[in-house]
């Protein structure tokens, strides 16, 4: 009798283990999958305080401006835009809500606010594009943060969610003219 050819077999236990390994890794990788669907179709957590307004009217106007809520989260407004960038003294609502069309977010506080906080919103918006600092009498909170149609009141600076805000709505999903300027209109910023 020849020499037969040793056969090696598996056992069953270890076909079973191999299958469970593999069937778990693709399983975990599909529920990763759909997670991150999830987050980009859903888009980012909504900020704490947001408030979105309907949508606004637009065009420009000669004549004074009665805005609803202050400051403006949008609507009809002057045909020059505000220029970006911090100023120590109000600026004009209807030159800001222009520049807010172009996508700029239009951060405003107390003229009373505290010192230490005015330094650290002109600190935390130096260098920033497409974003209006300035004071703004009569706000009912110490900070609000406004771009078109939404707007985040504050009781005081939270670096957080301000990040946030200008993450998600810096020429976010309500700007209607993206690519416009934020420079070349109206206003001195003292940075």
Request: aromatic share 8%; glycine share 12%; with cysteine.
């Amino acid at each position: 009798m020849g020499s037969r050819a040793k056969r090696r077999v598996t056992p069953p236990a270890q076909k079973s283990g191999r299958r469970w390994i593999i069937g778990g890794a693709i399983g975990v990788g599909v529920i990763g999958l759909v997670v991150a669907l999830y987050f980009n179709i859903r888009g980012p957590l909504p900020i704490q305080g947001l408030e979105i307004f309907p949508r606004q009217e637009r065009g420009h106007v000669d004549e004074d401006i009665a805005f609803g809520e202050l400051p403006p989260v949008g609507g009809t407004h002057r045909d020059v835009w505000q220029n970006c960038g911090i100023y120590d003294v109000p600026v004009e609502p209807a030159n800001a809500v222009h520049s807010m069309e172009h996508g700029a977010i239009w951060i405003t506080y107390q003229p009373d606010l505290a010192d230490d906080q005015v330094l650290e919103l002109q600190d935390m918006m130096r260098g920033e594009s497409f974003v209006i600092l300035s004071p703004y009498p009569g706000l009912r909170s110490p900070v609000v943060l406004t771009a078109w149609q939404v707007q985040l009141e504050m009781d005081s600076v939270d670096n957080g969610r301000i990040a946030d805000f200008i993450e998600q709505y810096r020429v976010g999903p309500y700007t209607p003219e993206r690519g416009a300027s934020c420079s070349n209109g109206i206003g001195e910023p003292i940075s």
